[in-house]
């Protein structure tokens, strides 16, 4: 089971920060990719990043400037940071765990969290 | 990269049978596998189908999955209908990046 969870509103500017917390499994030696996804009212989903065994992360390339994503195995979390957020980052987030081994199967999905970027 | 091309809304009446459909843009549809996720109201979305045509765990064998070549397309197939089924249904493959199609409402009335 996966959650979300973070504040659901940021102010224009500064950063975005959300956490997963992952129960039914350790993160650590995983051999799941570690997702987070999200989608912007009425609009589609976008891949944001993964982060995979313990902590080698891949990005978006439209965000990848902005964008960490990191493993905390003491935790059982993992996070997303985006920083200097602007209201095109208003979005339900959702943190996904991929099939075993599979960077785009996303079997195991969090409930999702509504962050709002005031404009 | 590519893109996935859904119909916006399906409706159909309880009991019967529906087709989404989910149309590649370039490339063959069978490169990669395709996955078919239910988002509801209220509930974490789930996978409904993954690797083309196998069901996830828990998912009724009303619904199935399969990939056309000739049409370069995937589609996801509900048979007998329920209420329940009502829910938007994204298709979703891989090349250059991750794809997600626009999704597709179903409205079982």
């Known amino acids: 089971r996966l959650q979300e969870s973070g504040p659901g509103l940021v102010k224009p500017s500064e950063t975005l920060s959300l956490i997963c917390s992952v129960s039914g499994g350790s993160i650590r030696h995983s051999s799941h990719y570690y997702t987070w996804i999200r989608q912007p009212p009425g609009k589609g989903l976008e891949w944001i990043g993964n982060v995979f065994d313990g902590g080698h992360a891949s990005y978006n390339p439209s965000l990848k400037s902005r964008l960490t994503i990191s493993v905390d195995t003491s935790a059982n979390q993992f996070s997303l940071k985006l920083t200097s957020v602007t209201a095109a980052d208003t979005a339900v987030y959702y943190c996904?765990?991929?099939?075993?081994?599979?960077?785009?199967?996303?079997?195991?999905w969090g409930q999702g969290t509504l962050v709002t970027v005031p404009s | 990269n590519f893109m996935l091309t859904q119909p916006h809304s399906v409706s159909e009446s309880p009991g019967k049978t529906v087709t989404i459909s989910c149309t590649r843009s370039s490339g063959s549809i069978a490169t990669r596998n395709v996955q078919w996720y239910q988002f509801r109201p209220g509930s974490p979305p789930t996978t409904v189908i993954y690797e083309n045509d196998h069901r996830a765990s828990g998912v009724p064998d009303r619904f199935s999955g399969s990939i056309d070549s000739s049409a370069n397309s995937a589609s996801l197939t509900i048979s007998g209908l329920k209420t329940e089924d009502e829910a938007v249904y994204y298709c979703q493959s891989y090349g250059a990046g991750v794809v997600f199609g626009g999704g597709t409402k179903l409205t079982v009335l």
């Open positions: 996904v765990r991929t099939a075993e081994w599979e960077v785009a199967d996303f079997r195991s």
